[in-house]
């Protein structure tokens, strides 16, 4: 790739003064990238300091970055070590490579100037792929490594040597068009449990938000070879929710099981709500946590399995829910998301976008152990019949640490035709992604419906690659982080002009 020196750069942008403001006391990064429509993209990145007027500076030549857009965002949150700054850049054309750089990164000559492309206009037909994970926590020393905490069992650990699949997505990258990862999203909230299991040194109560806040910053900072280049679309997952996850169980302290130890800023989705920028506003949604895109052939939905379920129910991560975490509602709109949701899937243009993928965090359908704390029936009752009156085609999910393709399927029952133009949704649930305790157990004999499943006695992380051939065929393929391999491939066809 072409390098540029910061003077180059800095001539290029006009803007020589700048290197005065790029001290590295400002510099955090964490870059990332979210589609705003197929003319728009949101730029975010994080400093250590609040900044006045985040600006990127952009272009369609990299040594002439000649146009710049700007906002007032700079956000942060109690107990949160660095602000993030978005800037959504519009008037752009769609499926175009620009370069850009956020104004406070100019020192980082390396990378300089990043690059992104637009969303492929909606009709367009050529063929494009998409890679997903679910349940991808930070890697290295405060997360997924080659040792774990006491009562990990060795399985759900990496060999020395292997490739995680942050590095495998990083590897792979030139082959999709953006990232899609509905919710867990770093593991930072396990920060008490790797203290309880003697991973991490431990740090008092009070300390406890330094550890979370870094493990998050860790995270995002592994993440940015990728999401600084391509579009990294999250949901909400329940890791997001609160910061104790895995820790209620710490009788020594005296903690007591339902009684949350997180400090302000540390509950209800905040660090997810400041860091990122996914288009509700584009699309009719809500905040981070319900929304809608088209790319090329396909309209993408992310859904909200956590909070505002509507129709009375009490979500997982809302007071009172299974998870205890203490979270949302987002919308006090009665039945909102479903509403939305609904309106959302009845306006899709089919001979534009003929495909419609669905991901939220929950599965329904799995041959899963703990279903009372895995499955979400109320997700189920609220989302599929949805997703069968519009005819969606696949629903992803993870939340399990396990991967399994289903059947086509409605309300549990086996569509007859399998992948051979069924009229059913298909399922794939793929948490296999990693974090500190890696995966977990499938249920052994699997569900009738399940056509393949890999677990912790396979000792394989890995992702999902989406590709969209044609209105008429689609590719899902488990691709193994440590060998890039493709473990389960299959094609869903749909009889369409
Ligand atoms: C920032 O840090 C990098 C690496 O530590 C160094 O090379 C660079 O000169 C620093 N830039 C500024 C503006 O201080
Ligand atoms: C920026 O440069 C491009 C060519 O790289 C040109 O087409 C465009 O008109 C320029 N825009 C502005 C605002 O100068
Ligand atoms: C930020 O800018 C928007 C419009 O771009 C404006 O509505 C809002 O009041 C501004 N907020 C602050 C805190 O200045
Ligand atoms: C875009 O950036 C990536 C990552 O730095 C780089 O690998 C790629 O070559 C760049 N693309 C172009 C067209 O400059
Ligand atoms: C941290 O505290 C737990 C008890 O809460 C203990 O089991 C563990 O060994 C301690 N870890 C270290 C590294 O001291
Ligand atoms: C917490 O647990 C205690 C003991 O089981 C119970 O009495 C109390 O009602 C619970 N509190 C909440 C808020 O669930
Ligand atoms: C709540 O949902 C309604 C209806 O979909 C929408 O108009 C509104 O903007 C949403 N509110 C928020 C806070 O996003
Ligand atoms: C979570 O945040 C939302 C938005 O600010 C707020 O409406 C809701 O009441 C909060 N939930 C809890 C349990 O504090
Ligand atoms: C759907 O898209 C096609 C192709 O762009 C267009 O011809 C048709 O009018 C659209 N249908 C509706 C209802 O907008
Ligand atoms: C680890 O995986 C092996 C098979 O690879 C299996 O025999 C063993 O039971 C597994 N251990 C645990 C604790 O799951
Ligand atoms: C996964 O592990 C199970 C149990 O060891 C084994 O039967 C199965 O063949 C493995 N699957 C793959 C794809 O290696
Ligand atoms: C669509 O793609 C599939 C898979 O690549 C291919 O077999 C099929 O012939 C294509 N259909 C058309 C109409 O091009």
């Given at each position: 790739?072409?390098?540029?020196?910061l003077?180059?750069?800095?001539?290029?942008?006009?803007?020589?003064?700048?290197?005065?403001?790029?001290?590295?006391?400002?510099?955090?990064?964490?870059?990332?990238?979210?589609?705003?429509?197929?003319?728009?993209?949101?730029?975010?990145?994080n400093?250590?300091e609040?900044?006045?007027?985040?600006?990127?500076?952009?272009g369609?030549?990299?040594?002439?970055l000649?146009?710049?857009?700007?906002?007032?965002?700079?956000?942060?949150?109690?107990?949160?070590?660095?602000?993030?700054?978005h800037?959504?850049?519009?008037?752009?054309?769609?499926?175009?490579?620009?370069y850009?750089?956020?104004e406070?990164?100019?020192?980082?000559?390396?990378?300089?100037?990043?690059n992104?492309?637009?969303?492929?206009?909606?009709?367009?037909?050529?063929?494009?792929s998409?890679?997903?994970?679910?349940?991808?926590?930070?890697?290295?020393?405060?997360?997924?490594?080659?040792?774990?905490?006491?009562?990990?069992?060795v399985?759900?650990?990496?060999?020395?040597?292997?490739?995680?699949?942050?590095?495998?997505?990083?590897?792979?990258?030139s082959?999709?068009?953006?990232?899609?990862?509905?919710?867990?999203?770093?593991?930072?909230?396990?920060?008490?449990?790797?203290?309880?299991?003697?991973f991490?040194?431990n740090?008092?109560?009070?300390?406890?938000?330094?550890?979370?806040?870094?493990?998050?910053?860790?995270?995002?900072?592994?993440?940015?070879?990728?999401?600084?280049v391509?579009?990294?679309?999250?949901?909400?997952g329940?890791?997001?929710?609160?910061?104790?996850?895995?820790?209620?169980?710490?009788?020594?302290?005296?903690?007591?099981?339902?009684?949350?130890?997180?400090?302000?800023?540390?509950t209800?989705?905040?660090?997810?709500?400041?860091?990122?920028?996914?288009?509700?506003?584009?699309?009719?949604?809500?905040?981070?946590?319900?929304?809608?895109?088209?790319?090329?052939?396909?309209?993408?939905?992310?859904?909200?399995t956590e909070?505002?379920?509507?129709?009375?129910?009490?979500?997982?991560?809302?007071?009172?829910?299974?998870?205890?975490?203490?979270?949302?509602?987002?919308?006090?709109?009665?039945?909102?998301?479903?509403n939305?949701?609904?309106?959302?899937?009845?306006?899709?243009?089919?001979?534009?976008?003929?495909?419609v993928?669905?991901?939220?965090?929950?599965?329904?359908?799995?041959?899963?152990?703990?279903?009372?704390?895995?499955?979400?029936?109320?997700?189920?009752?609220?989302?599929?019949?949805?997703?069968?009156?519009?005819?969606?085609?696949?629903?992803?999910?993870?939340?399990?640490?396990?991967?399994?393709?289903?059947?086509?399927?409605?309300?549990?029952?086996?569509?007859?035709?399998?992948?051979?133009?069924?009229?059913?949704?298909?399922?794939?649930?793929?948490?296999?992604?990693?974090?500190?305790?890696?995966?977990?157990?499938?249920?052994?004999?699997?569900?009738?419906?399940?056509?393949?499943?890999?677990?912790?006695?396979?000792?394989?992380?890995g992702?999902?690659?989406?590709?969209?051939?044609?209105?008429?065929?689609?590719?899902?393929?488990?691709?193994?982080?440590?060998?890039?391999?493709?473990?389960?491939?299959?094609?869903?066809?749909?009889?369409?002009?």
């Open positions: 790739m072409v390098r540029f020196t003077a180059s750069l800095l001539a290029a942008v006009g803007l020589a003064q700048l290197s005065q403001a790029a001290t590295n006391n400002t510099i955090n990064s964490q870059l990332r990238l979210a589609y705003a429509g197929n003319t728009g993209m949101y730029v975010s990145w400093t250590f609040k900044l006045d007027k985040p600006t990127v500076h952009y369609l030549v990299p040594n002439d000649n146009m710049t857009a700007s906002s007032n965002v700079s956000v942060t949150y109690p107990t949160s070590l660095t602000y993030n700054n800037v959504k850049i519009t008037g752009l054309k769609p499926d175009t490579l620009y850009y750089l956020p406070h990164l100019l020192h980082m000559q390396s990378h300089c100037p990043y992104f492309t637009t969303a492929r206009p909606a009709g367009q037909s050529k063929e494009f998409v890679a997903v994970v679910v349940d991808l926590g930070t890697m290295g020393a405060q997360g997924l490594t080659t040792y774990t905490g006491t009562g990990v069992s399985n759900n650990t990496l060999l020395p040597g292997e490739i995680n699949t942050i590095q495998s997505l990083e590897k792979f990258q082959g999709f068009d953006f990232l899609w990862h509905p919710g867990d999203i770093a593991y930072a909230d396990y920060w008490l449990k790797e203290e309880i299991q003697g991490l040194p740090t008092t109560i009070a300390e406890g938000y330094h550890v979370y806040e870094s493990i998050l910053n860790d995270f995002y900072d592994e993440m940015t070879p990728i999401t600084a391509k579009p990294y679309m999250v949901g909400p329940n890791h997001e929710a609160n910061c104790d996850n895995g820790g209620y169980t710490d009788k020594t302290n005296n903690i007591p099981y339902n009684v949350s130890i997180c400090m302000p800023g540390q209800n989705f905040t660090g997810y709500r400041n860091h990122f920028r996914m288009p509700s506003a584009e699309s009719g949604g809500t905040g981070n946590f319900w929304y809608s895109f088209n790319h090329g052939m396909t309209h993408f939905v992310q859904v909200d909070t505002d379920l509507g129709h009375g129910f009490i979500a997982p991560d809302e007071p009172g829910g299974v998870e205890a975490e203490n979270g949302g509602p987002f919308n006090t709109t009665l039945d909102a998301q479903t939305w949701l609904e309106a959302d899937l009845a306006k899709v243009n089919r001979t534009e976008t003929p495909w993928i669905v991901s939220g965090h929950r599965p329904w359908y799995l041959s899963h152990a703990n279903a009372s704390g895995t499955i979400c029936w109320t997700c189920k009752d609220v989302f599929e019949p949805l997703f069968i009156k519009y005819g969606v085609d696949l629903v992803l999910s993870g939340h399990a640490h396990v991967y399994e393709r289903q059947n086509p399927l409605a309300n549990g029952v086996i569509d007859p035709a399998g992948l051979n133009n069924p009229k059913a949704p298909w399922y794939i649930t793929n948490g296999a992604a990693g974090h500190y305790d890696g995966l977990d157990a499938l249920q052994y004999p699997l569900m009738d419906y399940s056509r393949f499943g890999l677990d912790t006695l396979n000792r394989t992380f992702w999902s690659r989406l590709t969209f051939h044609n209105h008429t065929h689609m590719t899902h393929d488990f691709v193994a982080s440590k060998s890039g391999a493709v473990l389960d491939q299959a094609t869903l066809y749909k009889a369409r002009k």
